[in-house]
């Protein structure tokens, strides 16, 4: 009896979060959503779990929010998963974390492949471990041809150093010749970001209940509708993630204007 019940109000559920997107997809989807994903050794703290069991349960999320924003239409989904500030964590967690990559794409990989997905990565690989470059890269290679959503995630990334990293090449390209400074607008400027070729954010997301950037793409965010939660990242469901479209949704966006 408890297991009809228990398969009942899985069916509603599911009908509710159908009706749900049948709903959010009449109105303009956010093309690029960036998400910060916070509060993951809270909630294990929470829990009395060691901190690396709500990073692996984080990524089951990552999954669940992949797939949703694929239905939605979302063109870039970028996931901060690990900033060039985190190394300063306690080298176990730091570890842990390097293999998340490993394990998320050995098994999400064949699904990603399957659902038209392509996967990127913005940051500095230099530091990366090698199995978890590895990992990115097999991935990256194995869906370098689909062209539905891009699963970018932001892995060993920092937007000062990119930034600083982008005005060394500007400068340089300007004492070469190769460029003209004259010619040096905004839109000349992004294409020596790690993001060149992506559109920039129309929707950031952070969860934890923090109200900050943390150093993430700062030159990109400059025009971004910002959605903040309380909710800790492991907790973040699928309607979470439609509440703040709907949010995005009913703001007007004016870019300056009136």
């Not at 340089?172 to 003209?180: A, E, F, L």
Request: charged share 25%; glycine share 6%.
């Amino acid at each position: 009896m408890f297991n009809k019940i228990r398969l009942w109000k899985n069916q509603n559920n599911s009908s509710t979060l159908r009706e749900k997107i049948e709903e959010i997809k009449k109105l303009p989807i956010p093309e690029h959503v960036a998400i910060i994903m916070d509060g993951n050794g809270r909630w294990a703290k929470k829990r009395a779990l060691p901190r690396v069991a709500g990073h692996h349960e984080g990524m089951k999320v990552v999954r669940k929010i992949t797939r949703l924003s694929n239905k939605l239409g979302i063109k870039t989904l970028t996931l901060y998963a690990f900033s060039t500030e985190n190394w300063k964590r306690p080298k176990n967690e730091v570890e842990y974390i390097m293999k998340l990559p490993e394990e998320f794409l050995g098994t999400f990989l064949p699904e990603l492949i399957e659902e038209n997905v392509q996967v990127k990565m913005m940051g500095y690989k230099d530091k990366l471990p090698v199995h978890t470059l590895h990992a990115i890269e097999k991935a990256i290679e194995e869906t370098k041809n689909n062209n539905g959503l891009v699963l970018n995630f932001a892995l060993n990334y920092g937007s000062r150093a990119e930034i600083i990293d982008a005005v060394k090449q500007v400068v340089s390209d300007c004492r070469s010749g190769i460029m003209n400074e004259n010619d040096l607008n905004e839109e000349v400027f992004s294409s020596y970001l790690m993001t060149a070729n992506m559109m920039d954010p129309d929707l950031l997301i952070r969860t934890s209940g923090e109200i900050r950037l943390s150093n993430f793409m700062l030159w990109q965010l400059a025009y971004t509708e910002f959605w903040f939660t309380e909710v800790l990242w492991p907790d973040f469901s699928e309607e979470h993630l439609l509440e703040a479209i709907k949010t995005f949704q009913n703001r007007q966006r004016r870019f300056g204007g009136v």
